[in-house]
């Protein structure tokens, strides 16, 4: 594992730094240490040092890529890194594997919180391990998804592309699919006694509005939480379009909406967005309210 994180690291100066012929130095870095793809899950370090975790035999998304590089979306974890302090409460909706959770976690410290919903009954045991291995106790993991009102619902498997991929949205006929249960997060604070939220990131592969629409009192009032959404317009989302999206954080709760100039997986500053056309067709979205802005101009992240 030590020799690994070596190759992430000396991968991640290449990539970061791009000298002269890094593109070549890459290539025989994978062509040495990479022929071979592991046979179901390994434990790695993560270039940001908690222990994950993965199986690479899923050829797109989180887990590949943190195998062959030790990270994943190194912009977004920029962002989180300046804005998430000791003591935030944290809500990671869509959590897969943890990398989020925990990265938040070992932030928030002893004394915050991260609430973790992970719906897909294959996905959620991981979750569990990986918090276990980095020994956390600040994460309390749910194995429920977040929606607009409490019942149960069918999470459908995407396993073509990644175990991330799993959806509340049904993508094509026959997919194996697992009831699971559906509460509001309004709900769950009420539960627990909270009543002001930090951070609230959601990536729930088209069901984004759904835990919204749940989630409206503790984004009503002018301390809500600021806010990471997986935008896309490449997929079949549930009951919304991008422009209702944006109405629903810019008009109806007074957010102001950004995206990273360079993508989620690169670091780079914020830019505005004012405007659904300008939102990215499949990326991460953040949003402010007015008192999170002096922090953004404080850390120069816009």
């Known amino acids: 594992?030590?020799?690994?994180?070596?190759?992430?690291?000396?991968?991640?100066?290449?990539?970061?730094?791009?000298?002269?012929?890094?593109?070549?130095?890459?290539?025989?870095?994978?062509?040495?240490?990479?022929?071979?793809?592991?046979?179901?899950?390994?434990?790695?370090?993560?270039?940001?040092?908690?222990?994950?975790?993965?199986?690479?035999?899923?050829?797109k998304g989180i887990e590949r890529k943190l195998y062959f590089t030790g990270s994943y979306e190194k912009g977004l974890l920029r962002i989180l890194d300046k804005l998430v302090k000791p003591g935030n409460i944290v809500v990671d909706a869509g959590a897969n594997i943890g990398l989020i959770s925990i990265f938040c976690a070992l932030r928030a410290g002893q004394n915050g919180l991260v609430l973790s919903f992970e719906p897909h009954p294959e996905t959620y045991p991981i979750l569990k391990k990986n918090i276990a291995v980095n020994g956390i106790s600040q994460i309390d993991a749910y194995n429920k998804a977040l929606g607009s009102t409490s019942g149960t619902a069918k999470i459908y498997s995407n396993l073509q592309i990644n175990r991330g991929a799993a959806s509340?949205?049904?993508?094509?006929?026959?997919?194996?699919?697992?009831?699971?249960?559906?509460?509001?997060?309004?709900?769950?604070?009420?539960?627990?006694?909270?009543?002001?939220?930090?951070?609230?990131?959601?990536?729930?592969?088209?069901?984004?509005?759904?835990?919204?629409?749940?989630?409206?009192?503790?984004?009503?009032?002018?301390?809500?939480?600021?806010?990471?959404?997986?935008?896309?317009?490449?997929?079949?989302n549930f009951n919304y379009s991008l422009e209702e999206l944006f109405d629903f954080l810019n008009r109806n709760y007074c957010y102001h909406i950004y995206k990273l100039s360079n993508s989620k997986e690169k670091i780079s500053r914020l830019v505005s967005v004012q405007s659904w056309k300008d939102l990215p067709e499949h990326d991460n979205i953040l949003a402010f309210k007015n008192d999170h802005l002096l922090l953004l101009k404080k850390y120069g992240l816009i």
Do not use: W
């Open 1 to 59: 594992m030590r020799a690994l994180h070596f190759v992430h690291q000396i991968k991640s100066y290449l990539i970061d730094k791009r000298p002269k012929g890094f593109g070549k130095a890459l290539k025989a870095i994978d062509a040495v240490f990479f022929r071979k793809l592991p046979e179901g899950e390994i434990l790695i370090k993560t270039l940001d040092g908690f222990h994950l975790y993965v199986n690479p035999k899923y050829d």
């Open 168 to 236: 509340m949205v049904e993508f094509q006929e026959d997919s194996p699919s697992f009831d699971v249960e559906v509460v509001s997060l309004d709900s769950v604070l009420k539960q627990h006694l909270i009543s002001n939220l930090d951070l609230l990131k959601i990536d729930v592969e088209g069901f984004e509005m759904e835990v919204l629409k749940g989630a409206k009192g503790i984004l009503s009032g002018n301390n809500g939480p600021f806010l990471v959404i997986e935008c896309s317009n490449t997929r079949s």
